[in-house]
Structures are given as structure tokens and as C-alpha cells.
């Protein structure tokens, strides 16, 4: 199963690296070489802050950021099934063991009826967190920041593009493709 997740580096407000892990890390890694260490480099499906060890050869760090898969137990990784551990009460193991096809089964059939819901929603609140995130790191001390997490929660375009507008090129284009599926359906807070 392919990673299709991406991420992002800024320096300061210019963004320096966009798009798979691996392709970033290189980017990323020949700046810090050159001795431009202040570096953020953001998760894009959640917004979230990531730091990768960046001494070494190149090769190291990827080692170290792109682990080889383990296997030690039960599942499928050729299919992209892992097992884990989850935590639940007995009544909820009662329940679980008594339909078909065993426990797996039933969590699978419950998770992928869960999504199936709301996947438009669950897309924009995903964005909403993910641009939110990103903001509280790059643009906490800008003009217009409280105002645009606001709009951004109330689903105002209109309003979230005023508050940005004046923002840093690279900081404004990035967080409006973050926000973009924020904006793409009606969202009831949560």
C-alpha cells in the first residue's frame, strides 16, 4: 500500500519543498547542508508539524524517515493489513465475538459504514483541523489570524479569503489549498 501522503518545508515564509516525504527530505536536506537550519515542515493531510533528523548522509535520513515495514504478527502486509492493539470493555468484546466472520470483520463493516455517512463532511472538518493547525503554527502572530480560524470554522470563504489576503504569498497559498475542501460542502461543527 503506497503512502499518498504529503508534505510541505518552509523557511520563514517562503515555502522551499512540496509533495512526497521523499522528495521533501532531499530538498529539505541539501538547505540544511547549506546551512539554512530553520526549517518547518508540515504533514498536509492534518496540518500537523513533523521533524525528521536531518544530520547525516542522505541516505540515513531517509532510512530513518522512511523505515522499512516490520512485520511480527498477525495480519496481511501485502495487502496493507498491520495488526494493532485497540481497547475496548468486555461487553464490547462480547458483542464483537458473537458476529460473523469474527471481530476484524465486524470493526471493518462498522468503520467503513461510519465513513460512508458523511464523507463530504468528514473531508471539510479534516480540512478545517488540517488548515487550522497549520495556521496556529505559521500565522498565530499575523493580522487577521483569530478572524480567519473563525471563518474558516463557520465555512465563510468570503470571510476567511478577507482575513488572509494580506498574508505572505507562500503562508496564503498554501493554507487556502489546505482549506479548499473546507469550503467545497456545509459543515456542522462538531
Not at 18 to 31: E, I, Q, T
Request: hydrophobic fraction near 40%; aromatic fraction near 6%.
Amino acid at each position: 500500500m503506497e503512502d499518498e501522503r504529503t508534505y510541505t518545508a518552509f523557511a520563514g515564509e517562503e515555502m522551499i519543498a512540496s509533495g512526497p516525504l521523499k522528495a521533501v527530505l532531499l530538498d529539505v536536506k541539501k538547505r540544511f547542508d547549506a546551512g539554512q537550519v530553520s526549517i518547518i515542515l508540515f504533514e498536509d493531510q492534518t496540518g500537523q508539524q513533523v521533524d525528521f533528523e536531518l544530520r547525516g548522509p542522505a541516505s540515513e535520513v531517509l532510512a530513518r524517515a522512511l523505515p522499512a515495514p516490520v512485520h511480527n504478527g498477525p495480519g496481511r502486509p501485502k495487502l496493507g493489513v498491520v495488526s494493532r492493539e485497540i481497547s475496548l470493555l468486555p461487553r464490547h468484546w462480547a458483542w464483537l465475538e458473537q458476529q460473523r466472520n469474527g471481530a476484524s470483520a465486524a470493526l471493518r463493516r462498522l468503520v467503513d459504514e461510519a465513513r460512508k455517512q458523511d464523507p463530504a463532511g468528514q473531508r471539510a472538518q479534516l480540512a478545517m483541523d488540517a488548515a487550522n493547525r497549520f495556521m496556529s503554527a505559521m500565522t498565530g502572530n499575523l493580522p487577521g489570524h483569530e478572524e480567519a480560524s473563525r471563518a474558516l470554522y463557520a465555512s465563510n470563504r468570503a470571510r476567511f479569503e478577507d482575513e488572509i489576503r494580506n498574508w505572505p504569498h507562500d503562508i496564503r497559498t498554501h493554507v487556502q489549498r489546505l482549506a479548499e475542501a473546507a469550503f467545497s460542502t456545509e459543515v456542522c461543527p462538531a
